[in-house]
């Protein structure tokens, strides 16, 4: 059974520092779509970042990156600069392809401190 | 571009009754999947539709039905209401291009009395 695994519950970070959450997942695939989802209290979820496995490179997009190790098979998500608006649940998802049973971690509740 | 919407925004519902849930998905896609996220845990996937059948469904009893129609957009049925059927609905949407990207809706939020 594939499963995500976030050990986070809650973390907390000042204003303009970084921060890196954690996520690791359980698959026998070689193949698949690692996703982090941002959801803040108005409930959307909001696609934050999307890394495939068969991609070295790490996933960038503006001020999120990820850090991809396949073999450890570990996903995690930095934050640099953060700001007030990346206050939000953070929810880290595994798909194979083709398989559209998405799934899902549990969620990192981060805050971000003025 | 409008985005995934949904509707309504909230509802509340006795136990055995029915209830439907309407998505539309974001302009362009054709795949709409339907999630259940009980309050406190992540989403967990129910089915997905694709050129109005079901393509897929995860570990939800037949209670739950759903339907595409030819405009793509989609309804959630439940039948037979339990209380812990109480849970936010997310729909999400994608192309039969890149059906592993899915984008997702405001939610329906669903409480059962």
């Known amino acids: 059974a594939q499963t995500v695994t976030q050990s986070q519950p809650e973390m907390s970070v000042q204003e303009a520092e970084t921060v890196t959450l954690s996520c690791t997942y359980d698959?026998?695939?070689?193949?698949?779509?690692l996703f982090w989802y941002k959801q803040p209290p108005s409930r959307q979820m909001i696609l934050v970042i999307r890394?495939?496995?068969?991609?070295?490179q790490n996933a960038t997009e503006n001020r999120f990156s990820v850090n991809f190790q396949k073999a450890a098979k570990s996903f995690s998500l930095k934050i640099s600069d953060s700001q007030l608006g990346d206050t939000a649940m953070y929810f880290c998802?595994?798909?194979?392809?083709?398989?559209?049973?998405?799934?899902f971690g549990a969620g990192t509740r981060l805050t971000v401190k003025p | 571009d409008a985005g995934v919407t949904q509707s309504p925004t909230h509802l509340i519902k006795t136990r055995g009754q029915q209830v439907t849930l309407r998505c539309s998905p974001k302009?362009?896609?054709?795949?709409v999947s339907w999630y259940q996220q009980a309050l406190g845990q992540g989403p967990q996937f129910i089915f997905q539709?694709?050129?109005?059948?079901?393509?897929q469904r995860g570990n939800f009893p037949d209670r739950f039905s759903g339907h595409q129609f030819p405009n793509y957009s989609s309804e959630l049925n439940v039948n037979a209401l339990l209380l812990g059927d109480s849970a936010l609905y997310l729909c999400?949407?994608?192309?039969?291009?890149?059906?592993?990207?899915?984008?997702f809706g405001p939610g329906t939020r669903l409480t059962v009395l």
């Open positions: 890394q495939e496995a068969y991609k070295q």
């Open positions: 302009s362009g896609h054709d795949t």
């Open positions: 998802a595994f798909n194979p392809p083709n398989n559209n049973d998405m799934r």
């Open positions: 999400a949407s994608s192309s039969g291009q890149d059906t592993d990207t899915q984008y």
């Open positions: 698959t026998s695939e070689n193949n698949y779509y």
């Open positions: 539709y694709y050129e109005e059948e079901e393509r």
